[in-house]
């Protein structure tokens, strides 16, 4: 299973894109690099995944959080989308 | 640089006696001025020392660098002023594309950060980074020794040209010397039977202190591979680059003998970091004479 590079956004409930969350691989088949990304801001973010199936987070400095689950089956040519909330 | 030999027999051929000699490989740091480290700080009773001989607990792996569900293991570390916690850095990286991220790095000279090769050279652009901002024992907004700006990088072939996780190791050279007082770790090669077994401990900026507050967790080894090492340390995202250190036969400088890299997957029940062998003390060395 090879790693694939991903974009994706993080958007508040809303649907406002949200600038400053920390994303990162919160769980993985495969090891993942501890390395967190920071959204950019359009919300924006690119990732590294590890092969399989993986879990991604998204935090804020204010508390808000937000998971997306990822399945090995996805092309790397998806933008998930993380909705991050209190 | 000092160096010891350790002799590890091995006796399977019925007319040879193989003697492999695995060499243990030194380098000095630099404990930083007396006058911060003249009190004990209370975040000093968060180091561990010494070697756990007893079974390995066997674990359901749930492929999460915080190793047990529902419980975050680490300490927030109080005194960053204070030796050995001032000599690890938080890193705020801009990519050449500027996208920003968040690591850890740990002081092995004057001018000289080593980390993650992943936090230096980014492979979704395959370039190096734009800029790093280190800020050693940074806590909070406090920046007690101020921040440094990276001159430029270094990391290796095997890292940059294939993504090879057992050379996963960087360097950053800062464009001036940092504050004298905060000193440098030693670091070194060690033989595996030595490091087997090791209580570790591992230091860093996760984002769950949005990377601005350090965390420390300390365990023991559970296995070594040529380049890698593996334990029950919890970690995060933001934590790449910290150093792994440990206090070998009592003493009481800490010397650093890996550079924290990945979480566990599901098919682990371990995070891992690259190991330094020989041949990467050597690097190490190497590019604390770069300017």
Redesign the interface.
């Known amino acids: 299973m090879k790693a694939k590079?991903i974009s994706g956004c993080v958007v508040d409930d809303m649907g406002n894109p949200v600038k400053g969350a920390?994303v990162?691989?919160?769980?993985?088949?495969?090891?993942?690099?501890?390395?967190?990304?920071?959204t950019?801001d359009m919300g924006v973010?690119?990732l590294?995944l590890?092969g399989?199936d993986?879990c991604i987070s998204a935090?804020t400095?204010s508390g808000m959080k937000g998971v997306k689950k990822i399945s090995k089956y996805t092309s790397s040519n998806i933008t998930p989308k993380i909705c991050v909330y209190y | 640089m000092s160096t010891r030999y350790d002799r590890d027999v091995c006796s399977d051929s019925p007319k040879l006696e193989v003697a492999a000699i695995q060499k243990v490989m030194f380098y000095e740091g630099n404990a930083g001025a007396p006058s911060l480290q003249e009190q004990p700080c209370p975040s000093d009773q968060l180091i561990v020392r010494g070697k756990q001989d007893s079974a390995l607990v066997s674990k359901i792996s749930f492929g999460q660098s915080l190793l047990v569900p529902g419980y975050d293991r680490r300490s927030r570390v109080l005194d960053t002023n204070s030796d050995p916690w001032r000599k690890v850095c938080a890193l705020e990286i801009i990519a050449s594309d500027d996208v920003q991220m968040i690591g850890t790095g740990w002081i092995a000279g004057p001018r000289l950060i080593i980390t993650a090769g992943h936090c230096v050279f980014d492979k979704f652009n395959n370039e190096w980074m734009k800029q790093i901002q280190v800020i050693p024992g940074r806590d909070g907004t406090a920046e007690p020794f101020g921040r440094y700006v990276s001159e430029h990088f270094c990391s290796m072939e095997r890292w940059t040209s294939a993504g090879d996780e057992n050379y996963d190791i960087g360097a950053i050279i800062l464009s001036e010397d940092l504050d004298s007082r905060l000193g440098s770790f030693a670091f070194g090669a060690y033989p595996d039977l030595f490091l087997s077994s090791q209580m570790i401990n591992i230091s860093g900026y996760p984002i769950c202190t949005v990377g601005e507050e350090q965390m420390h967790h300390a365990n023991r080894i559970s296995s070594i591979t040529d380049h890698k090492i593996y334990y029950d340390v919890d970690t995060e995202g933001g934590q790449s680059g910290s150093p792994i250190w440990f206090y070998p036969d009592g003493a009481t400088e800490p010397v650093v003998v890996g550079v924290h890299s990945n979480g566990a997957g599901r098919s682990l029940k371990a995070n891992s970091g690259v190991k330094i062998t020989p041949a990467l003390a050597n690097k190490i060395s190497e590019w604390r004479t770069r300017q």
């Open positions: 590079m920390f990162v691989v919160q769980s993985s088949d495969l090891p993942a690099k501890d390395i967190a990304i920071i950019n973010f690119r590294e590890p399989g993986c935090s400095r």
